[in-house]
């Protein structure tokens, strides 16, 4: 696996109370990329478990070559407490990714596990946006490059 060259990420939430990172909160998210010859798809639900820390689900799916690739993600996010538009967060996640086969070649299936680390920014009462970097290892028997590193970038709408 390649770094993630390009990114694109549109994320839409899904805030039901006063505070964006208030217990109880709730966050949706699709995220698009680029990532070699495939085209990457993912979406993310996150629920505040306490103020400012999230708990979460992420699947994603690598689109237009072979093998076929699907990833299951399971993220939790703490967001530092600012009286500021702008908060900083860090991040682990663990993640499994089911590998397909590409004709007569038989792929292993992988785990890997990270971090990541940024800063949020609220635009507006209802969008924000953030950029970061995200450190992965992955462990398996066939994985060449087996740590790499990428920027995210994105923005949310809250409703």
Do not use: C
């Amino acid at each position: 696996m390649r770094k993630i060259l390009l990114s694109l990420v549109v994320a839409t939430s899904v805030m039901m109370a006063e505070g964006a990172f208030s217990i109880g909160q709730k966050h949706f998210s699709f995220g698009i990329s680029q990532d070699g010859d495939y085209t990457v798809i993912g979406a993310n639900i996150n629920y505040y478990v306490v103020d400012n820390l999230s708990l979460g689900l992420g699947a994603t799916t690598w689109v237009g070559d072979k093998p076929n690739m699907n990833r299951l993600t399971v993220p939790m996010t703490y967001y530092v407490p600012l009286e500021s538009s702008i908060r900083p967060y860090l991040g682990v996640f663990g993640s499994y990714t089911f590998v397909g086969d590409d004709g007569d070649i038989k792929y292993d299936d992988y785990s890997s596990f990270g971090g990541r680390a940024g800063v949020v920014i609220d635009v507006s009462d209802t969008m924000y946006t953030y950029a970061g970097w995200v450190q992965v290892k992955h462990n398996g028997d066939n994985i060449v490059d087996s740590t790499e590193g990428y920027p995210e970038f994105g923005f949310g709408l809250s409703f």
